[in-house]
């Protein structure tokens, strides 16, 4: 499973750090990313990071979000800096990962973040 951390309320301008930790099962991991879904709309893609390091942005948080990893990649970080009242949404960390040779994915159980004054 995924274990999602580090939401919160900050004020525009400010930063925090997002965490998801993968377990059991997942093992075989392709890619972990952040998705964030706000009030009346679809979710969307943050940021993701494959396997062997290719990393993909929205564009709206190019420049102030960045997505790490650790060294067993099978922790993902996403640093948010800057941020805006517009990044406000419940952040979802996502895992694609193989298991018995086919492609599957897991999410976290979405974490909370308010960029408000």
């Known amino acids: 499973q995924l274990q999602a951390s580090g939401g919160g309320l900050v004020q525009p301008g400010g930063s925090l750090r997002l965490s998801c930790a993968a377990s059991g099962s997942i093992s075989k991991i392709n890619a972990m990313g952040w998705y964030r879904q706000a009030p009346g709309k679809e979710r969307e893609l943050v940021a993701r990071?494959?396997?062997?390091?290719?990393?993909t942005y929205a564009n709206s948080v190019k420049g102030r979000f960045t997505i790490s990893r650790d060294a067993t990649r099978t922790t993902a970080y996403l640093q948010m800096d800057s941020l805006k009242p517009e990044d406000t949404a419940v952040y979802y960390c996502?895992?694609?990962?193989?298991?018995?040779?086919?492609?599957?994915?897991?999410w976290g159980q979405g974490t909370q973040v308010t960029v408000s004054s």
């Open positions: 996502n895992a694609e990962y193989y298991r018995d040779y086919v492609l599957r994915d897991s």
């Open positions: 990071v494959t396997y062997g390091g290719i990393i």
